[in-house]
């Protein structure tokens, strides 16, 4: 009797603890759903997770499962299990549920695991408030309100948030120039990377006196000393103790000890050094096409500022057989002294004595690069010697053409070649700095000089295309790209810049 009731309830459609044969298969429709465990009970946003206990059904369509109001995506389901992802949040305590058609199972706590954020790089290390910079790392979440950033005490703003990167502008300096940046995710901090305010910029030319082929030394006082052509008669000294604010301090020469073995000649491209306790400048001396007269002198002073004792010719082009033998620079390397030279008829190398008043007796000069440079400047680093030269026309004002272009070699001697391979010799190069909208005639660099956070600087010439009247000092900082290539901005001067750093 007892089974022929069930069945007969069963027909008239009345529900038995939703035991009716024909419900099996629906996992139990009408009772409430009922979570036992959830595994693992915390997880991170898109991990999966499995949820345990009965009642759940096997319609997809009827079953939701919620952390708090935030739907999660169900992978597969069954009368008593379920596997979902964890959906996104932002909280860290949540409430999960299991909903079958209109009924709700107990509430299960879960936790939400956020991964601890990891500060990789910066963009910048060193760069002025308001500047956009890039910070590396990871677990940074992809929700721009879990995160904060501070750079000491000073919170960021903001740009953009992904996984691996976040973009911030470097908020208002608060009189602390190097501060610890700080990412929080969910108030959970990073590692701390040190990061530091750049509180003073530049603006090229950084003196608007004439100063062609520029060459400068930092002298034991801590100050530079910056040498040029003599478009001020008898060769001006400028002084610096930032590379930025520029001060005429005299001149090298005067008209009672100038230079005299071409009576009529201007003093051009000086190259100063420190050799064997004393101040050492080579000079070229030459009249204007003047190419087989023209030579390289030397003169010795105990101060930057001199006064400089003229110690003579080198020697002359008809004498060395090289046409146009000027723009000297200097190179010490493995105890030995060397002298470059040359303008558009080779670039040539010579041994000096160990004074570097001479040239070495009995040697012989070696052409290392081909006849489209002048005003070679070698830089050893990271086991390359760089030539810098300049090519193109030097002085015809806003139709100059001059560039300047840079080699590499893993000897002294060469062969000096550009990044593709082609010896320069062969003419071949790699552009440094072109022209742009502001300066024109752009090269003949100076030595590279290092601030005290190690960042590279080098000057050069160029005409203002607003006022052409002479050759302007011109600034910029040289970085080195992942295989040890120069390189400067977009490649054309810069018109503000971030300043060099010293005390």
Avoid at 137 to 164: M, Q
Avoid at 296 to 322: M, Q
Avoid at 468 to 491: A, C, F, K, M
């Amino acid at each position: 009797m007892k089974s022929i009731g069930y069945t007969l309830l069963c027909l008239l459609g009345v529900s038995l603890l939703s035991h009716c044969s024909g419900d099996k298969g629906k996992g139990d429709v009408g009772l409430v759903p009922n979570i036992r465990n959830v595994n693992p009970r915390a997880a991170a946003v898109g991990d999966r997770i499995l949820i345990v206990g009965s009642n759940f059904g096997d319609e997809r369509g009827i079953v939701t499962v919620a952390f708090d109001n935030r739907e999660a995506e169900i992978l597969s389901l069954e009368n008593g299990k379920i596997q979902a992802v964890v959906p996104p949040s932002d909280v860290v305590s949540s409430s999960l549920t299991v909903t079958v058609a209109d009924r709700s199972s107990n509430v299960f706590p879960f936790t939400y695991v956020y991964p601890t954020p990891e500060i990789e790089s910066l963009s910048e290390i060193l760069a002025a408030e308001g500047t956009e910079i890039s910070i590396t790392g990871t677990g940074f979440g992809n929700r721009k309100e879990d995160v904060t950033i501070t750079f000491g005490e000073k919170p960021a703003n903001i740009v953009s948030v992904s996984e691996h990167s976040i973009k911030v502008i470097v908020p208002d300096f608060a009189g602390k120039r190097t501060v610890e940046v700080v990412v929080k995710v969910k108030q959970k901090p990073s590692n701390k990377i040190d990061f530091s305010y750049l509180v003073v910029s530049y603006r090229n030319p950084v003196s608007t006196w004439s100063l062609p082929d520029p060459t400068l030394i930092k002298a034991a006082d801590g100050r530079f000393y910056l040498y040029a052509t003599e478009d001020t008669r008898n060769m001006p000294i400028m002084t610096s103790q930032n590379l930025i604010d520029w001060t005429f301090h005299g001149t090298a020469f005067t008209d009672a000890n100038r230079p005299t073995f071409e009576p009529d000649g201007g003093l051009w491209a000086p190259d100063i050094n420190y050799i064997n306790g004393r101040y050492v400048m080579y000079y070229s001396m030459s009249v204007w096409g003047g190419e087989w007269t023209c030579g390289i002198g030397v003169a010795v002073a105990d101060s930057p500022t001199g006064p400089f004792t003229d110690r003579g010719k080198l020697f002359r082009s008809n004498e060395i057989n090289v046409q146009n033998s000027i723009d000297p620079a200097f190179i010490e390397d493995d105890g030995k002294k060397y002298l470059f030279w040359g303008s558009f008829r080779g670039i040539y190398k010579i041994e000096m004595s160990d004074d570097g008043l001479s040239v070495k007796t009995g040697v012989a000069k070696q052409q290392v690069a081909g006849t489209a440079f002048e005003g070679v400047y070698i830089h050893k680093r990271a086991g390359y010697y760089y030539m810098f030269a300049s090519i193109g026309s030097c002085c015809n004002g806003l139709n100059s053409t001059y560039q300047l272009v840079v080699g590499r070699s893993t000897n002294l001697s060469g062969p000096y070649v550009n990044k593709s391979g082609t010896n320069m010799m062969s003419n071949g190069y790699t552009l440094l700095v072109s022209k742009n909208a502001s300066f024109v005639g752009n090269g003949h660099c100076s030595q590279i000089v290092q601030d005290k956070e190690g960042n590279d600087w080098i000057f050069y010439h160029g005409f203002r295309t607003d006022n052409p009247t002479g050759r302007v000092l011109l600034l910029d900082q040289l970085h080195w790209d992942e295989y040890d290539w120069p390189y400067i901005g977009n490649s054309t001067p810069s018109i503000t810049a971030a300043a060099p750093v010293f005390d």
